[in-house]
């Protein structure tokens, strides 16, 4: 069973504020990685690190940041939100080696009014 | 550019049929393919993965496929159940240690 956690389930802000996104997973994962997703939509990577200090942009543009400080912790941030930031967010990890496996938490719903 | 295809977009199917999901990607050169399941609004559920050494692999009453040669696999849900209703999605791991998704099939079981 995976243990990785993703706060809040969701989120409801108003335009400008800023917020961040938690991710924690206990598994020892190095790899860890951020997708956003509309609903009915594709997955686009956004974010992802390969270890700690290791952060590098998706293929899909985003205005959020990303920071490794920790091995089972991968928060993101919005410095101002935006009602185009409106999206479910969905955080993943895997190890290293051939068995990639991917393991996914909940998601966070945001909504920005 | 590795790219990931799922047809049909949406699938109803009476409950106990066998039925059959479909992944096509356009570079042979993967190392990993992965289901998944999401239920709406959810996080996404692991349900197999195949790496490219292999050929099959089977869980309860999934069973997927994977050619490489032909840049398909296949996911097969044995007498399915109004519980297996989600969209299923497939991962392709890409030479260059990237994760390409497609955009999934919706599947209805109808009671």
């Known amino acids: 069973e995976a243990d990785i956690y993703q706060t809040p389930r969701y989120l409801v802000i108003g335009t400008g504020k800023k917020i961040t996104l938690e991710c924690s997973q206990t598994?020892?994962?190095?790899?860890m990685y951020w997708y956003q997703q509309d609903p009915g939509m594709e997955l686009h990577l956004i974010h992802y690190?390969?270890?700690?200090?290791?952060?590098e942009k998706g293929d899909l543009s985003s205005e959020s940041t990303v920071s490794r400080i920790r091995t089972e912790h991968f928060p993101l941030t919005l410095e101002s939100a935006r009602p185009s930031h409106t999206s479910q967010y969905l955080c993943?990890?895997?190890?290293?080696?051939?068995?990639?496996?991917?393991?996914f938490g909940s998601g966070t719903q945001l909504s920005v009014l | 550019k590795q790219e990931v295809t799922q047809i049909p977009a949406a699938l109803s199917v009476p409950e106990g049929e066998n039925l059959v999901l479909n992944c096509s990607f356009t570079?042979?050169?993967?190392?990993?393919l992965q289901w998944f399941r999401q239920d709406p609004g959810k996080g996404l559920t692991s349900l197999l993965l195949?790496?490219?050494?292999?050929r099959e692999q089977t869980s309860g009453r999934l069973n997927a496929s994977l050619d490489k040669s032909s840049g398909r696999s296949t996911l097969y849900i044995a007498a399915s159940q109004p519980g297996d209703s989600a969209t299923y999605l497939c991962?392709?791991?890409?030479?260059?240690?990237?994760?390409?998704f497609g955009s999934g099939t919706r599947l209805s079981i109808r009671p």
């Open positions: 993943a990890s895997s190890e290293q080696g051939s068995n990639e496996k991917l393991f």
């Open positions: 598994m020892g994962h190095d790899k």
């Open positions: 690190s390969y270890g700690v200090n290791s952060t």
């Open positions: 570079d042979s050169a993967i190392y990993n």
């Open positions: 195949i790496q490219s050494s292999q």
């Open positions: 991962a392709v791991y890409s030479s260059a240690s990237k994760i390409i």
